[in-house]
């Protein structure tokens, strides 16, 4: 397993979520493709020539390409695409059909007792399509190990290929979550959900202590996880509690306001604040715009695959 220290340069076509300017602050660039939250390379040249280059992208909803440093997140250079790659881009960019709304949300207000209960959330489409609860926290915490043992730091023999890189929370959530959620489906076959959080109000962030890899502090504008139904028994009474499965932040299933309160981690940044949570069927891959209305879907799991394969060696604290 290689560690590494220096900058990490990635090539990557993306589409620009939202460009957020801030008095205080610099310009910082969001992409679809991407969790985290990118800026300009204070020294790049013709600096004013690529932001106009990065409206202009949003603007038109044009690809382009990037080279990023995903160590320290910063836009090294702007690549534009020729019209063979963008039609190509395109084709390939499928699109969930009739995607569920994304809610506001004061993760501080929320009443866990009501909240966690799928029955809270059978107003959904995709929540009422299913049947198939994991009948108990003891299957559901055998799913969740089976998904962390294939964790691209543990060096393998793995169980499925590529390995997911839970190691690596920085990005690449999307990929890991479609990953869990193919074994979820394929290997258990439960119903499997996805839920994705923002940070897409002002200058929102989710941030979180990555306590499993070092204890340094991630921000991201989206994250996403499998979400899943699981029945806990209280004697003769039991309830469906709505659970999450994040390997790269938890080591065991965390009911779903468990989850979004763990992003919202104050001393990581002052803005720390999850806008809005959206809960889509299992095959939403990454948002598709800065309101959380559309997302992309990866059917054949090629993107999927390829992210796992890129991030396998990186890890996410120096």
């Known amino acids: 397993m290689k560690t590494q220290t220096k900058s990490i340069k990635e090539s990557a076509i993306v589409t620009v979520a939202a460009i957020r300017r801030s008095k205080s602050g610099p310009t910082e660039y969001l992409f679809n493709e991407k969790q985290r939250i990118f800026e300009l390379r204070a020294t790049t040249r013709s600096r004013g020539k690529s932001t106009a280059f990065l409206e202009h992208a949003l603007d038109r909803k044009m690809p382009v390409r990037v080279v990023l440093d995903s160590r320290r997140s910063v836009i090294e250079r702007i690549e534009p695409l020729s019209r063979e790659e963008v039609a190509e881009f395109r084709g390939n960019k499928l699109l969930l059909k009739d995607p569920e709304r994304s ?9 866990p007792t009501v909240f966690n209960l799928v029955e809270y959330h059978l107003k959904l489409r995709c929540f009422r399509r299913c049947r198939r609860i994991i009948p108990n ?4 915490k055998k799913m969740f190990d089976f998904c962390a043992q294939q964790s691209c730091n543990l060096g393998g023999p793995f ?11 920085r990005d690449g959530c999307y990929a890991r979550a479609h990953k869990m959620r193919w074994i979820i489906t394929t290997k258990y076959r439960y119903c499997c959900e996805k839920v994705f959080s923002f940070a897409n109000q002002n200058n929102d962030r989710l941030a979180v202590k990555a306590d499993k890899w070092g204890g340094c ?14 029945r806990l028994r209280f004697g003769r009474f039991s309830i469906a509690v709505a659970m999450v499965f994040d390997p790269g932040m938890f ?28 809960i889509q069927p299992g095959s939403a891959y990454t948002p598709a715009n ?15 695959n390829a992210t796992l394969i890129a991030y396998k060696n990186l890890t996410t604290c120096p």
């Open 103 to 111: 809610l506001r949300v004061d993760v501080k207000k929320i009443d």
């Open 159 to 169: 169980s499925v290929t590529p390995c997911i890189p839970f190691q690596y929370v």
């Open 217 to 230: 502090c991630v921000t991201w504008w989206y994250h996403v996880v499998p979400l899943v139904r699981v």
């Open 251 to 278: 080591d065991k299933p965390v009911l779903l306001s468990t989850w979004l309160a763990a992003q919202e981690n104050t001393a990581c940044s002052s803005n720390a604040h999850v806008s809005m949570y959206s």
């Open 290 to 304: 800065y309101a959380g209305t559309a997302f992309s879907t990866d059917p054949s799991y090629t993107a999927t």
């Open 137 to 140: 926290y003891k299957t559901a």
